[in-house]
């Protein structure tokens, strides 16, 4: 049953991966350079009202260290290869293992 979840999780993340980054390769050829949309807009795009309190509740809940020099690098990443990774993970922790003995 995890093991469903994971790759039901693992593969519907890679399919946001790679429309995020079908959208990015367009916003890319049509402006002439590169463009990719950060983690932190598909946040705020997704929970524009919870996401502006996740840094306050970072800062007091866990710690301020947390939130500047970890949090933001990831919130500028690029979506697709985030999303991508993730779903690579999971998805590979889906699969069986080939007993060897």
Do not use: C, Y
């Not at 049509?30 to 949309?37: K, N, S, Y």
């Not at 991508?84 to 699969?95: H, K, P, Y």
């Amino acid at each position: 049953m995890l093991r469903l979840l994971s790759r039901f999780l693992g593969f519907g993340l890679l399919a946001s991966a790679f429309a995020a980054l079908v959208i990015d390769g367009t916003r890319s050829i049509a402006a002439g350079e590169v463009m990719t949309t950060p983690l932190g807009a598909v946040a705020f795009a997704l929970f524009p009202t919870k996401f502006p309190l996740l840094q306050p509740a970072v800062e007091r809940h866990l710690h301020p260290w947390l939130w500047d020099p970890a949090l933001i690098n990831l919130l500028l990443a690029p979506a697709s290869a985030l999303l991508g990774g993730l779903g690579s993970l999971l998805f590979a922790a889906s699969l069986r293992r080939a007993l060897t003995n």
